[in-house]
């Protein structure tokens, strides 16, 4: 799951070696902070949040398939 958040984050953004992704185990449910460049952060959240809600749609669908659930935080 990490690598694929990393994968898609790096193609959105300008600055590919800012995205760094830290993983949060929690039982079933695994939390990832995203963390990209200021000036990247727009383009990772979207207008309106739709990137940033596909994202997160992306995340959970591959989570579903290995029986976990996952969270994804934009962190600044």
Do not use: C, F, N
């Not at 300008?14 to 200021?38: F, H, K, M, N, W």
């Not at 989570?63 to 996952?70: F, I, K, N, P």
Request: a negative charge; aromatic letters at 2%; hydrophobic letters at 40%.
């Amino acid at each position: 799951m990490k690598e694929l958040l990393v994968y898609i984050a790096q193609h959105l953004v300008e600055d590919p070696d800012a995205v760094e992704v830290e993983e949060i185990p929690g039982g079933r449910t695994t939390v990832y902070q995203l963390s990209v460049a200021p000036d990247d952060r727009g383009k990772v959240i979207g207008r309106g949040g739709r990137t940033a809600r596909a994202i997160r749609t992306l995340i959970r669908a591959a989570a579903v398939q290995s029986d976990s659930h996952a969270v994804v935080e934009i962190v600044g």
